[in-house]
Every structure is written in structure tokens, then in C-alpha cells.
């Protein structure tokens, strides 16, 4: 607390509330590269806007005797090296939020890790900040990571910049140096379109221009850092754009009661504005606004809010309420920049999970156009996204949705990327604009379909997927299955790993990505049988279950029946049909299932067949006979009467 | 955007995440700790649902030694509000005789972590609203605001997802839960002054009055009930005092103070040169212990 804060609250604690509930809040983000002091950067700004109190100052003495690496004196960077396995690497690892304020402001800063691998965390804290102070240590300049964090600054939009050349003690607080970085840093920055930049000369050990003037440099004649992180415009650009508000929740506590509550994201809403809701189109009026406080006129930007319309249309959590002249565009197909966040590689063809605002949508990848090299900003092309990689790449949606190019909005153009079965949040993706190429190709809706072909044939489409090692009996099984659904009059298909490789596939070896595209094909040809009205028998080894639910998820519920034909590897490496096993432990057949490859079974097949236990015939009715408890054959047919 | 306080833009990014978890989870409930910061949480879940009720309930833990006051103030709460109340005691702890002056963590450890999982099991809740906030200890800095935990409650804090923008994955493997933390980005001040400005109940025990107490190594322990144990040299005093933090009485030091009106308070806060959780016992083992404690499931 300053000593003029000091005095007011003790004096008259009403006035102090009172100036302090007008403050602004702003984000910022702390990028740098190991050892440019970014931990003692912020642990001097907590000290100054005195954040620290007196027991965790004493903690922290206590602390930098121990374990601090200023030989006792007081490392500031201890403050906020969080975690217990950080500190014996002595380095931080993870995003970690800190808070200190003056009277001016309130600050939240991110604070992100300097490592090359950890690109995913410095993405996390730059997505919600204003501005971003880059570190560079005066002694070594602009380097490569230096460039990399400004570009990923720059690519989430951030548009302030603050370079804080620190150590500045130990080049003699030289000006010269201070320059020649400034004009070095300057001249990368425009190349990224980069230019709202602020140059301080800075020791965040010593404190000189962080709070106070140095009386060091006084030939630096710009703002200390906190005075210039006061007095930075903030971002108001919002509240002057149309209004959009995605709907998060629909409250109806009693039929005379319909709101849609949700954040505002941009713009103001008045009552008796017209509104239209999308992706439907539909239009109706504001009748009431109920604000965090209760009821009001209007609401901005920033708030949340329940609105109520004048008319009963439908509105769900998902959908986007926006001025009914300036809506924003619907699409399912889009071209997108993708920061990849996960050890195990984007692979085009694979199917997640999207979530953009409040809504979540299945979305395909397209092939990757180009990856970026974050460190000479050049466009490589690549086949896939490994872990902290960016690339740009088309996508398309099971549905259109309402979006913004993320330079217009980072709620409407920002998006996760969740993996459908392990949940986790795999990447981060910028939209840039919907994609113009195949948005005239829609289903057409014919009125001869799915249903009717089925009902003509008495039958209940479906794929019954054969999954299992090379050898398992797959083949064997399924033929014995489709014989049985054929004499029984059902009209059936089977797609064999064999021939559909010699002819559809011949392009397609057996890397990942040929896997995957291997399988993508397969459930594509299966979905239009189905569409066709067939039972499908697919009897493919299929080791990959992001593939098998690649081509679960093309069909509606309840169509697909996973067949899992459960071999130990040792028996069907025995068993050698076809002798691949043999040329693969040779080392003639590469990238073998169970061999140099991996098999991931089903964790909840529909049917499982332990081949150790049946015969094929055996497996075969086991099969049957789930089709008929599933009511996908039914004995009770008319016809069979 | 800049029209907006702090603290405006503050409530309406904690609503945001309470309709969010509503919307995407199916049991969520309350952790209610009666304190202050659940004060703040239980205002700010009733204004992002009216005119509808919080779609969930209050979930206490009660480890039998809460002061009486708090239990009062929860029961007048809910009651005032129409909400439903779950009240959880770990009856083994009750039966096995721990009590807070136990020796070790055991105390801890059965009548508040094994309590709490407990309680989350037996009422199958799979998002559970916790009061943290970032600013308390550096562990809690790094957590995220959807925090998971296994289905042995425990945290991961090296396998956190990303969080990014104001979008939350909310979704779960079978048997995970989530802590959500929607005053993550709250500070002391900020919750007082928003009690302050919003006129947010809170627990009377946080205004000076003058209250029995026993010193206890250089810690003033109020006497709220007949059960704390007193020694030949125990002298109950009648001191002015109130409390910083609230949690089991036989844990939680009170300061002398004559702040018996809200601002009082808030004017000694911030004059203050200890921070909060000074007072809090249960904290004082080592720097890492809290890191330790939630990766075992403390919340």
C-alpha cells in the first residue's frame, strides 16, 4: 500500500472503497526466455504494489536462503515459482495467474514458461490478454524464442507490446545497447504486423523502472513499467461492434418465464432491439434485459445477462443471439490455424469434437496445408501436427454454426479442439474464414430414402464391424454370418480388407496416415450401403479406435456394431493363414499389426468373440443372435410367416 | 469493455462459469464452507440463475467441530433462499475418536479430505463448486478454473488441460470429477469489497465482539462449546476478537480487533501486514504441503 493509500483508508475507508471500486482490470501476459528474470519481474511488481505480506516476506527470506540463486540475498523469483516439482528443477513449467493492483488498476497476469516445449501454455495465457511484456535479457538480445513469443502474441491477437530489456545492471545501463535491441526488436515486429510497442530499459533485480525512475538510466525519459501498464488504453473496440451474445443456457423456472443468458461478446442490446437467432435465422425483439443487478435498458459487452424475446421462437445453448441487420455468417466449412496441444499427432481425417462459445459440434479435418515455423515464420508443408506445432488447415462441421474471423472476435473465431475419447483438450484453433470450395454440396434430401429402401427389403440397415489381429478369423467369421443372413432372404454386403485394397485402396500403403484414410474410405462406402438400405458386413483388422469411431460416428445410433474377434497374438501368429506374420518377423512386411504396429481393442464392443473359446460357426450365431436382440433382424417378418 | 469495473467484469465472468458448468454437467453442487468466499459464491450462483433458483444444492462438510454460529448461518441460509442442503459428516472419524488436537494430519485428513470424497460419492455430484481463489498460495495459482481430479480424487497438476479464452471442456472420463473454482481470479480485497458493495451476508464471526478465548501456543482459540479440552493453567478470557478465515473453532485463531462493522474490517485488511491464511492451522507444514494435500484429494 502506498503511504497516501495508507493514510485515506485509516482516515476515511468509505472514500477509499469508493475509488477503488472504479478501477479497470487488465490482462497481461509475461513472455520471455529461460533466465531473462520473468520470475523476478513479477515477483518485484507483486512487491512494489505491495501484495506481499509481512509473513510472506518472511517466508520468502527464509526461502531464498535455502533454496534461492542470489546467494542468500532476496530472490524475488521465489514468489511465484509455484510448484514443488518446479522448484527442484528450479524452473516454472505451466501457466500460473497472479494478481496485484494500484489504484488505478486491477492486473491479472499470466504468467508463461520460457521453453520451447511448452508453446501450448504461453497460447493458454496470451488467449485472454490485452497485452503482452516481453522479456529480453539486455546482455543477449532478441533471440529466436524472443521471436517465437511475439509471433504466437501476435497470431492470438494481442496487439500491445511491451519490451522489457532487463538486466540492463549488468550491460552498465548502457544506452547504446538498449537501442540497438529496440531497433532490432522493432524491425521483426513490423513483419509480423506487430507496431503499438514500448521499449523499457529495465533491472527487475535492482527495481529501476519498474516502479520507480531509475536514477541509473537517466537518460531513459519514457514511463516506468507499472506507470505504463496503468495509463495502456484498453480494448473498447468491443462494445462498438454488433451485439452477439451465445446462448449458454436457457432458464424457464415456469412457463410465463423463456430467457437466454449468456456473456455478452460484443456490442450493446437495448429492450425492443430486433434480434435474429443462428444458425435458424430466426428474428423476434428484446422484451426484458436482466443484468447481474436485476432488471435494465441496456447491457454491453462484458456482462452476463438473461434476455427475453417478444416472440416464442426456439432457442437452444448453442445458438447466437445477434442484431438482426448485422448478423455474423453460418458455415460448416472453414480454413483455420491450428496450435496443436497433445503428444499424440493431428491426423487429417480424424474426427473431434469443436467447441466455439457455447456450442460443440463434431468437425473433420481436412489435410494440412502448411505447418509454420515459428522460428524463421516459414510455411513446411507436413502431413500431420505434433505437439506444439501450428498449422493451418481446412475444416468441416457435422452442422453449420454462427462465427467471426478471429481477428474480429476471439468468442466467435476461438475454438478447442476436445478428443472424443479420452475428453482431453487437444488444440486451439483460430477460424479465418468459412470455405467457399464444396458449399453447394448438400444431401439432397430425397424423398426415396434410408427408410424406404429399408422398409421395401424388411430389414433394419446396419454395419457390423469385424475388428481383430491378421489371422484372427475375422473373414472366416463374417462369411459364415453373411451366409446365414442371406439364406435367411437379408440383403447384405461384405467389405473385406482384401478386396477392398486391391481395388478402392490400391493407392494406400500402411503408414498412419494410410491407415486412417484406409479406414475414413471404408466407412464412407459403408454409410452409403447402409444409405442403400443393406446389412454391411466390414471385416478389416481396423487396429487404430480412433478410426473404428471415425466410422461409428458417420452412422446414426445404433447402426454400428463393433465385432471385436478377441485372438491372442500368439495363436493367430500361429495360426499364419497367410503367412505374413513369418515375413513380418523377417522384417519383409513393415508396419505389421501386433508386430511393429499396435492393436488398440474396443473398449465396449458390441459383440466379443473369444476365439479361444468358439468355433466359427459357434461365433457365428453369437453374432446372430445379437442382431436379433438388438431388433436389427427381427424373426417375426410377415413374409416369413 | 472498459466501461466495466474490476469488479463487474469479475461477476460476470463467475457467472459465465457457473452457467456453463450447469449447462454441461449433470450433478453439480455447492461446496458450502460457510465462509465468506461462499457467501460471495452462493450470491453470485443466485444472481446467474434468477429468476430461477441455483439449479443445484449446498454440500457441507461438517466435521462436527464448526462454531456454532457458522451452522446457524448455513441453516438460515438455505432456508432463506428455499435450497437444498446436504450436510456430510465422516462418521468413521466420529467413531475412531480423532479430534483437532489429535497429533498428525489425521484429524485433517478424515474429518475434511476422506469427508469431502465421501460426500462426493455418496451423492454422486460430478462438479463441485469450490470457493479458491488464485491469490491464496502459489499452487492454487497454476490451478485451472474446471480443475479435474481421478476417480480417487486426486489432481494431476502436471496432466491439466489447457484452458483458453473463456471456453471450459467440461467433459469427463467415467469416475472424474471436477472442482470449479469460479472466484479463481477474485483477490481478498476483491471479495470483500464486492461484500462491501453488494451487501452479501456473511458470517457474523468475521466483526469483532467480545468472545471467550483461551491462548494456545500464542494462538487465541475461542471456547465455543463445553467439549475444548481446558488445563489447570487455561485462563478463559473475554476479549475483543474476530476471524479472518473460518473452520473448525479448535483450529482457527482469532485476532484482537474492535473492527465490529464491515468497512472496520476491510480497513484493517488492507492495513494488515499478514496474509489471510495466517490463521488457518491446518497450512502451516511446509510450503509444498497444499500441493500435496489436494493431490490427495484436500479441495
Redesign the interface.
Known sequence: MAAADSELIAADIEAYLESHRHKSLLRFITCGSVDDGKSSLIGRLLFETKMIFADQLRALEDDSRRVGTRGGAIDFALLVDGLAAEREQGITIDVAYRFFSTDKRKFIVADTPGHEQYTRNMVTGASTAELAVILVDARKGVLTQTRRHSYLVALLGIEKIVLAINKMDLVDFDERRFREIESEYRAFAAKIRLSDITAIPLSAVGGDNVAAASPRMSWYRGPTLIAHLESAPLTDSVTHKAFRLPVQWVNRPDPEFRGFAGLIASGVVRAGDPLRVLPSGRTSRVARILGAGGEVSHAVAGESVTLTLEDEIDVSRGDVLASADSPPPVASQFHATIVWMHDEPLVPGRVYLLKLATKTVTATLAPIKYRIDVNTLERVAAGRLELNDIGYCGLELASAIAFEPYRESRTLGGFILIDRLTNTTVGAGLLEAAQRRAENVHWQALDVNKRARAELSHQKPCVVWFTGLSGAGKSTIANLVEKKLHADGRQTYLLDGDNVRLGLNKDLGFSVEDRVENIRRVGEVARLMVDAGLIVLVSFISPFRAERDMARALLEPGEFVEVFVDTPLAQAEARDVKGLYKKARRGELRNFTGIDSPYEPPLAPEVLLDTTRLTPQAAAEAVIAHLREAEIIDVDLTWEI | ?????????????S??IF??V??ECERPALLYSIGKDSSVMLHLAL???????PPFPLLQIASGWDFREMLEFRDATAKRYGLELLVHTNEEGVRAGVKPWTPGTAYADLMLTQALRQALDKYGVDAAFGGGR??EE??R??ERIFSFRSAQHRWD??N????????Y?A???RGESIRIFPL??W?E??VW?YI??EKVPVVPLYLAKTRPVVRRDGRLIMVDDERLPLGPDDRVEHLKVRFRTLGCYPLTAATESTAASL??V??EM??????ER?GRIVDHDG??SM??KKQEGYF
Open positions: 469493455m472498459s466501461d466495466l469495473t474490476h469488479l463487474q467484469r469479475l461477476e460476470a465472468e457467472i459465465h452457467r456453463e450447469v449447462a444472481k446467474a440463475f434468477a429468476p430461477a433458483k488464485r491469490d502459489k499452487s495459482a497454476k497438476p502436471k491439466q488441460r489447457p484452458e483458453l479464452w473463456q471456453l471442456n467433459r469427463k472420463n479463481s481470479n483477490t480485497l476483491d469489497q462491501h458493495l468497512t472496520d476491510i480497513r488492507l492495513l494488515a501486514t499478514g496474509s495466517e510450503a509444498a500441493e500435496k
